[in-house]
């Protein structure tokens, strides 16, 4: 199982990669996606949400879009939950606001740690449905570096080295 941080990493890489395509990217419906992050979104157009990680959310909206929302700090505990609350002043939610992680307590739910929100990052459903695959672990990455921890030699070794040599 990846860690938290790996699939961030993951996570990041293909939308920035996506993101730096020179030609533009045609979304469903054979428009152009515009990319400019937005501010906020329409909160009657919320069709639904996936939590991807303690610092990703995905907005799916009604008319088949979709933005990415990389909020500005790791939310704790918002991708064990996978559920948020949030509180609007009008009728859009905005990277000014908060979410609020909803742990289970029992038969219920009470408020866990409260997260600011970041820019809404337009993305097509491809990108969306490729993030997903990336954070259930279902996609194998090629070119993934793999690290793994060595011993270094002492300094006793390196100086019998010299000496030997």
């Known amino acids: 199982m990846r860690s ?18 020179s030609a533009p990217v045609v979304a469903q419906d054979d428009d152009v996606l515009d990319r400019t992050p937005q501010d906020c979104v329409t909160v009657a157009r919320i069709r639904s949400t996936e939590v991807i990680d303690d610092k990703t959310i995905l907005f799916y909206m009604r008319g088949g879009r979709v933005y990415q929302n990389i909020l500005e700090r790791d939310c704790p505990r918002l991708e064990r939950e996978g559920r948020f609350m949030y509180e609007i002043r009008g009728y859009r939610l905005c990277d000014i606001d908060m979410i609020t992680v909803l742990d289970r307590l029992g038969a219920g739910f009470s408020r866990g740690f409260t997260c600011r929100l970041g820019e809404f990052h337009p993305i097509t459903r491809q990108e969306a ?3 997903e695959r990336i954070a259930e672990g279902e996609v194998e990455q090629e070119g993934v570096i793999e690290i793994e921890e060595v011993e270094l030699p002492s300094e006793d070794s390196e100086e019998e080295q010299a000496d030997s040599e």
């Open 4 to 21: 938290a941080i790996q699939r961030y990493l993951l996570v990041a890489v293909v939308v920035s990669a996506a993101w730096m395509l």
């Open 129 to 131: 449905e490729e993030i």
